[in-house]
């Protein structure tokens, strides 16, 4: 099933049925522990929707919850850092942490910094090298338990990390920085290793990059990030962590204004994010 946040409190999606719920407390849904069992409880008193169109009517997924996100988790990642950074001396930080037991984890955004599927994201005025990075958020919950899944963009500019890596907060972290929806997919059982991520950025209506991958090329478990996000830290409201990415455009590529990226991850659904600049 599926979890949709609205305007009108949130929707349910369950077998292609849409169902308002009547729960309105969008922070006490995604903390319960049994969260499953609860929608399924709720649709039972839910409200039947004939019409309801994710790609509309859905806001992003976030309120309370902060963002935050794995690096070098895919070796793609990996050796575009690598070469990205190698003229600042830093080339080999990340072939550290790709081989490390501890994983690179890093504040990536507040929900006012969050966009959700048809609304806009932003690259930097002082940047000229920009691109998204597609990568499986996972949902969740106060206690670090994993209750659902959702896709992000998290939008990157590359000279300005590759310049030093110690500017990666101001790489990753600004208005319109990142994108979340279209909505949760709520699930206990992991996704497949199978799973495909599959990036599409169209540009005046031609695609003008696309690439995919699987969940089977992540070095890592999403259970192993989650943990290490929460052994010292607390997330009264649950938080959001993306996993990396296994896909990078090639160096000549470069996100103007206007773009359209599509980041698809089946059985989640379809991101859709429209680029502006400053």
């Known amino acids: 099933m599926k979890l949709y946040r609205t305007a009108n409190g949130p929707v349910m999606e369950d077998r292609g049925e849409y169902y308002q719920l009547p729960e309105t407390e969008w922070d006490v849904l995604l903390n319960r522990r049994d ?6 409880s709720l649709s039972r008193r839910g409200t039947r929707l004939p019409k309801f169109d994710p790609q509309t009517q859905a806001l992003p997924p976030i309120t309370r919850q902060e963002v935050w996100a794995a690096g ?3 070796f793609r990642s990996r050796t575009a850092r690598m ?4 003229a600042a001396g830093g080339g080999d930080f990340y072939d550290r942490v790709y081989s490390a037991d501890r994983p690179e ?22 940047s000229k090298w920009n691109v998204p990075e597609p990568e499986l958020a ?7 338990e994993i209750v659902g899944y959702t896709i992000g963009n998290d939008m990157s500019s590359r000279d300005i990390e590759g310049e030093n890596p110690l500017y990666l907060p101001q790489a ?41 991958t699987t969940l089977a090329n992540l070095k890592r478990t999403p259970q192993e990030l989650a943990g290490y996000l929460f052994r010292e830290d607390e997330f009264a409201d649950g938080c959001f962590l993306l996993t990396g990415t296994g896909i990078v455009p090639p160096d000549e590529f470069t996100l103007e204004p206007d773009d359209e990226i599509r980041i698809t991850i089946e059985p989640i659904g379809t991101l859709i994010n429209f680029v502006t600049c400053g």
């Open 35 to 40: 969260l499953e069992m609860v929608l399924t």
């Open 172 to 212: 990753k972290v600004y208005a319109a920085c990142c994108g979340l929806g279209p909505g949760i997919l709520v699930r206990q059982s992991p996704l497949e290793p199978e799973t495909e991520i599959v990036i599409e950025i169209r540009r005046s209506g031609v695609t003008a990059f696309e690439g995919r």
């Open 138 to 144: 996972l949902v969740l919950n106060s206690h670090g």
């Open 72 to 74: 070098v988790t895919y």
């Open 83 to 86: 070469e990205e950074s190698k």
């Open 105 to 126: 984890l890093f504040f990536k955004a507040s929900a006012r910094r969050v966009s959700g599927t048809g609304q806009k994201v932003r690259i930097r005025r002082d």
